[in-house]
Structures are given as structure tokens and as C-alpha cells.
């Protein structure tokens, strides 16, 4: 099993994750961090995760139109960006990172972005 690590802002995912595992939603082997906002979310950060184990990386912020921050899903999805490009260096797979969007309190792009994950890690 792969370990999978998801960064969301704190509007977004709205049930706790634990929950979502023993409902069979997400892999037991997802780590979720809650930011306060995704924007703050550092290309540094995004890539010790994978020093920490992980196979796949996701964040999930905002709406970039309705973020609660203004712009703060559109610098993450920059930052992931780059990241990308960075993995692509180091000859990683830069698809074992992507940034989603969700609306406020909508779990289902959380649970959806898990799953299109795990499937990569495990790919």
C-alpha cells in the first residue's frame, strides 16, 4: 500500500478524515494536513513529503474564483506547479503531484482527488 499525503485548506474538506476511512472512502494510508489556507502551502513542504515517505502528493484548495483568501488557491496551484517541475528533474514521476479545487465544505472532490492519487502511487 502506498502512503498518499494531501494538503487542504481548512474550507474545504468539512468531515473528518478518519471517517472517511472507516467508510471505505479513502485509503487507510492517506495522511491529510488542514491548512488554514493552501496558499501558504511552501514548494518545500510539498517535496518533504515525499522525503517522508509518500508516493503521491495532493492539495486541495478553493475555488480560485471563491477563495476564502482571495488568491491563495491560485499561488498553491503555482507552487504545485513547480514542484512538478522539480520532480522532473530529479527524474520523478511529475504526476505523483496535482492540485485540485473544491468548494467550501464539499467532501467529494477531497475523497476524489485521494482516489485519483492512490491509483497513480500504485501505478
Do not use: W
Amino acid at each position: 500500500m502506498s502512503k498518499i499525503k494531501g494538503f487542504c485548506c481548512n474550507y474545504t474538506l468539512s468531515v473528518d478524515v478518519e471517517a472517511l476511512k472507516r467508510e471505505g472512502l479513502v485509503p487507510e494510508e492517506l495522511e491529510i494536513e488542514r491548512l488554514p489556507c493552501t496558499g501558504r502551502l511552501e514548494v518545500p513542504e510539498l517535496l518533504d513529503a515525499f522525503t517522508e515517505g509518500a508516493e503521491a502528493v495532493f492539495v486541495v484548495g478553493c475555488q480560485v474564483d471563491k477563495c476564502h483568501n482571495l488568491s491563495g488557491s491560485y499561488r498553491a496551484s503555482k507552487r504545485v506547479k513547480y514542484a512538478k517541475q522539480i520532480l522532473a528533474e530529479l527524474d520523478m514521476n511529475p504526476d505523483c503531484i496535482e492540485m485540485f479545487f473544491a468548494g467550501r465544505g464539499e467532501t467529494e472532490p477531497v475523497v476524489e482527488a485521494a482516489r485519483i492519487m492512490a491509483s497513480k502511487a500504485e501505478g
